[in-house]
């Protein structure tokens, strides 16, 4: 008998291999798969090359096991970098973004992420990244605001007279 094979197996593994990190229940399955066949003699290596993960979270999962049994394999909180900026804190800089950066005892400019980043740092002596108060203003939803450019020399009066008699 001829054996089966799956046209484009490549992209078909990659598949698979979303649909598996996709729900917990069937990670829990992966990785009770992955320690099955340690069990049963492979090496972490081949395991790992077998089901398409580093032969290292083979190892997370083998050890993991054997400290903690099957609660182990479970999805879990994972631990990662504390908060640096409090909810006390995040609350204060939400009141403070509805007020402009004058009334912050900052410079002109409407918000952006400096701004609220020098805002951050001379209030708390937290040095936050640009990118990081950009985040920030998502987190809280705050929409930035562009001052309307104005036109060098240009009339008010006329520009107002414009803007009253313009029909589209």
């Not at 698979?16 to 049963?40: F, K, P, T, W």
């Not at 090496?43 to 398409?52: K, M």
């Amino acid at each position: 008998m001829r054996p089966l094979t799956i046209t484009d197996s490549a992209a078909i593994a990659l598949g698979l291999q979303d649909e598996i990190r996709r729900s917990e229940e069937s990670s829990y399955d992966h990785r009770l798969h992955g320690v099955l066949l340690v069990a049963q003699g492979m090496t972490c290596p081949e395991v790992a090359r077998i089901l398409g993960d580093a032969p290292r979270s083979v190892e997370y999962w083998v050890r993991g096991f054997e400290e903690k049994g099957l609660a182990a394999l479970r999805e879990g909180e994972r631990s990662g970098r504390p908060r640096r900026m409090s909810e006390a804190r995040m609350q204060a800089v939400n009141v403070v973004l509805r007020r402009t950066p004058p009334e912050a005892g900052l410079g002109g400019n409407p918000w952006d992420g400096k701004t609220l980043a020098a805002w951050i740092e001379r209030e708390y002596a937290i040095h936050l990244g640009t990118r990081q108060c950009q985040r920030l203003f998502r987190q809280l939803d705050f929409r930035l605001r562009k001052p309307r450019p104005l036109i060098a020399k240009a009339d008010p009066e006329r520009q107002k007279e414009h803007k009253r008699n313009f029909k589209r």
